[in-house]
């Protein structure tokens, strides 16, 4: 990282304000670090054809279970992505978690720098980028974050079992509409459904996606990540050996949780995995 670029970062996160704040300043102009360098932007194209993203309905889900299973795991393979509907979670509950995050964001700036911190190992952590300081990163995101863990603090492993992190991503967004996925070399729109959930399951494929900006006005995405607290351990990770055969051996080479992570922030967002690194 470039010291012009570091001190412009560091500038920007010591008013605590974040991206919010930029635009209650009434900016002209995209900071110099919110851009991606020339040379690196996407030249994948939208998708021109009427591509959908899978929608399951899980309305059925006790009588016609198996056929629902082989909607969600084509969609699982062939995605990495699906919306869900009829899931059971009342619409009246989904509008009020976007209500409480737009409260939260809208609130006094005061009372939201309280809640600032680069201590992700807190319950409850309010900052624009966590990987702001990542010499890594080609350039700063346009978002803020508001994250609670739901889990014991500190947690207690009794209580959480192992597994490999973010295995699973459920995520509600609202109606402005701007996420992408990469979806054979194009990009493909995912259109909000009032009421679904997105899902992405890395068991079958981790999709690339995108959040394009928009002019019609803050857009708010609700993550819920199924997933360990990334702290290190000892424990190895690997496919299940009773699994494995010689028709169907194992794709990825064993590793820690701190293996795994240490590459991964040290690589920084660049569209790629971090897995091939360990593929066989």
């Known amino acids: 990282m470039e010291l012009d670029s570091y001190n412009e970062r560091k500038a920007f996160d010591e008013t605590k304000a974040g991206v919010k704040g930029l635009v209650d300043a009434h900016i002209t102009e995209v900071p110099h670090i919110f851009r991606l360098p020339q040379g690196t932007l996407s030249d994948k194209k939208p998708s021109v054809s009427a591509s959908a993203i899978p929608v399951v309905d899980l309305?059925?889900?006790?009588?016609?279970?198996?056929?629902?299973?082989?909607?969600?795991?084509?969609?699982?393979?062939?995605?990495g992505f699906f919306q869900v509907i009829n899931h059971g979670v009342p619409l009246s509950v989904i509008e009020e978690i976007k209500g409480g995050v737009r409260k939260f964001h809208e609130q006094d700036l005061k009372v939201k720098k309280s809640y600032f911190t680069r201590d992700v190992t807190k319950s409850v952590v309010y900052n624009s980028n966590f990987d702001l300081y990542?010499?890594?990163?080609?350039?700063?995101?346009?978002?803020?974050?508001?994250?609670?863990?739901?889990?014991?603090?500190?947690?207690?492993?009794e209580e959480i079992p192992l597994a490999c992190s973010s295995f699973i991503t459920i995520l509600l967004q609202d109606q402005i509409g701007g996420l992408q996925i990469l979806h054979k070399d194009s990009w493909v729109d995912v259109?909000?459904?009032?009421?679904?959930?997105?899902?992405?399951n890395d068991k079958?494929?981790?999709?690339?996606?995108?959040?394009?900006?928009?002019?019609?006005?803050?857009?708010?995405?609700?993550?819920g990540f199924f997933s360990t607290n990334?702290?290190?351990n000892s424990t190895v990770y690997g496919p299940i050996k009773e699994l494995l055969s010689?028709?169907?051996?194992?794709?990825?080479?064993?590793?820690?949780?701190?293996?795994?992570?240490?590459?991964?922030?040290e690589k920084g967002l660049d569209g790629t995995s971090h897995l091939s690194k360990f593929k066989i």
């Open 59 to 79: 309305a059925d889900v006790h009588v016609s279970r198996e056929g629902i299973v082989k909607k969600v795991k084509d969609a699982a393979e062939k995605w």
């Open 230 to 232: 990334m702290l290190p």
């Open 134 to 157: 990542n010499p890594s990163s080609l350039c700063v995101n346009w978002r803020d974050s508001f994250v609670c863990c739901m889990a014991p603090d500190p947690p207690n492993p």
């Open 204 to 223: 079958y494929k981790s999709v690339e996606h995108r959040v394009l900006a928009n002019r019609a006005g803050p857009r708010i995405s609700v993550a």
């Open 191 to 200: 259109s909000p459904l009032p009421g679904a959930l997105i899902i992405t």
């Open 246 to 265: 010689e028709e169907n051996p194992p794709k990825y080479t064993d590793f820690t949780l701190e293996e795994y992570t240490k590459g991964y922030i």
